[in-house]
């Protein structure tokens, strides 16, 4: 096993979370105490995060750092292996940043009868855990396990806690991404069978495979390049292999919502990254085409569906398939520019996203309904609660001087000189985006006072008359210190990084660069 302070680090972030999930499992009779524990754990978590952050040197030679590797199965060659690059490291953080404020907008949720709180947020650390491991891991057999394990606590959290179809929705959901892991596995042991005929003895080990596969013939790599797509695109989810999200989205707990739309799914896209270009060159080059008919589709098809929805939770599904087409989009136009703007997309992706479910989370809890037309006017009652939304709003559209900004438009200008067309097809996509978002605000917040949900909370006991209407009403509570504090973070993150972007780009730039290297093209505007 190596050793540094770096990789006792690393070694904390995959272990602390599964030891809170021990712990809080066992307060199933203790709510309150669950929640405390829950949260402590995941604070811990996010500070080793950020001490993972400063130890990272992003101009190292090395790709990977913070490494640790133990033995597991010799006979196969296969390791414990974990460690981070630029890519992997702002994913992790950005999974460290948002449990803990989970878990501070789940603290009053109802959950289903005969469901604890413990339970329930064993299951969100747990899910942590396993996704820093999958993000972390430099073993592409520890990756495949992890891989599918982590579908086990969403497929709970889901199935157990989420809403009327929730069994339906999990079992898609999870049939969707094993059957796209086993398809996986098939391709790594291929990958581990050219590397035995290559070098005399099997590996899974990343590095290794990358300069043993990456010289195969292009017939090969397109075979072993298919496999691993197909499990990285029902992730991403890319269309036609999206159909799993409106429906998990739709039924799960708005914070298990943010799980899977904000953490989950870029385990796809950061897959292309990782392991499709550097380990199939060849063939992700010859196979352009073939992703970015997919990926544009699912910006035009994500925003015409977006547009109209009448269910809030599937609007947010249906905007991330849009946003997900965009990111691989920039990742398979294959310049320095746009792959850097789509990793910081997944991260901004996270934050933007984040906070627009759980603004909406708020929004429902207020109602009790998800259905658009159940509400209107909402800003006259709670004015914060629809600033909030507001801004969720236009950092989700990409308005200059959020945080999203920055990201699309480095996809744009990087993706516009080797793919236009391509290019001019999203941009139609991102006009889109500025209606289906100010539609879906205007709906909610602008108007009368209306819809049977917000009128209906309005209502009952503690109710006033009101001079105008001449209907007796009560005043429905504002954003409350609780969810300030959980949504106060993300607001200055936003903010932030749209003004401020170099502490993340520094950090991914190295490694977007060594993509590109391993795939051996330059930058088009360098006119090479």
């Known amino acids: 096993m190596t050793s540094s302070s770096g990789s006792v680090l690393l070694v904390l972030l995959l272990l602390v979370p599964v030891a809170g999930a021990l712990v809080v499992a066992f307060l199933r009779d203790n709510a309150r105490l669950a929640k405390q524990t829950a949260l402590l754990f995941s604070l811990g978590e996010f500070v080793l995060a950020m001490l993972a952050w400063f130890a990272y040197e992003p101009g190292a030679e090395a790709r990977l750092q913070l490494h640790f590797s133990v033995d597991w199965i010799p006979a196969f060659g296969v390791h414990l292996s974990f460690g981070v690059d630029g890519i992997a490291l702002v994913m992790i953080a950005i999974i460290a940043l948002l449990v803990p404020l989970l878990i501070g907008a789940s603290w009053v949720d109802k959950l289903p009868e005969g469901r604890s709180a413990g339970g329930f947020l064993a299951l969100i650390l747990v899910e942590q855990a396993l996704t820093i491991g999958v993000f972390a891991a430099t073993d592409v057999f520890v990756f495949y396990v992890l891989f599918e394990l982590m579908l086990v606590p969403m ?31 098939a391709s790594a042991i291929g990958c581990y069978v050219m590397a035995a005929e290559e070098l005399g003895q099997g590996t899974f080990d990343w590095p290794t495979l990358v300069q043993v596969v990456s010289d195969a013939p292009l017939t090969n790599q397109i075979w072993l390049f298919l496999g691993f797509f197909l499990a990285f695109a029902v992730k991403a989810p890319l269309v036609p292999l999206h159909t799993w999200l409106p429906d998990a989205a739709a039924e799960s707990p708005i914070v298990v919502t943010v799980l899977l739309v904000g953490i989950l799914d870029k385990v ?45 939770k599937r609007f947010i599904a249906y ?210």
């Not at 497929?155 to 339906?168: E, H, P």
């Open 319 to 528: 905007v991330s398939i849009a946003h997900f087409g965009f990111i691989a989009l920039g990742i398979f136009a294959f310049s320095s520019q746009s792959q850097v703007g789509s990793v910081s997309y997944m991260v901004n992706h996270s934050i933007a996203t984040g906070m627009l479910i759980l603004v909406i989370g708020m929004v429902i809890a207020r109602g009790g309904s998800t259905q658009i037309a159940d509400y209107g006017g909402m800003f006259a009652v709670t004015p914060l609660l629809g600033g909030m939304l507001l801004l969720a709003g236009l950092t989700t559209l990409s308005l200059p001087g959020t945080n999203s900004f920055i990201s699309e438009f480095l996809v744009l200008i990087g993706s516009y000189p080797r793919e236009p067309v391509y290019t001019i097809l999203a941009t139609i996509g991102m006009i889109m985006a500025a209606l289906y978002v100010l539609w879906f605000y205007q709906r909610v917040m602008h108007g009368p006072v209306r819809g049977n949900a917000l009128l209906g909370a309005m209502s009952g006991p503690g109710a006033v008359a009101d001079p105008e209407t001449a209907t007796g009403r009560r005043a429905l509570p504002d954003l409350d210190g609780r969810e300030k504090a959980v949504l106060i973070p993300l607001v200055v993150l936003i903010i932030g990084i749209g003004f401020y972007p170099k502490p993340v780009l520094d950090v991914i730039t190295p490694s977007v660069e060594k993509t590109m290297e391993s795939v051996q093209l330059s930058d088009p505007v360098e006119g090479n």
């Open 268 to 312: 796809g896209t950061f897959g292309f990254l990782r392991y499709l270009l550097p380990m199939f060159p060849d063939a992700s080059k010859t196979l352009t085409p073939l992703v970015l008919v997919l990926a544009v589709a699912g910006v035009l098809y994500g925003a015409l569906l977006a547009t109209g929805q009448r269910d809030m």
């Open 155 to 185: 497929y709970f959290l889901i199935g157990s806690y989420g809403g009327a179809r929730r069994q339906y929705a999990a079992v898609k959901f999870f049939l969707y991404s094993f059957l796209g892991g086993l398809i996986m596995l």
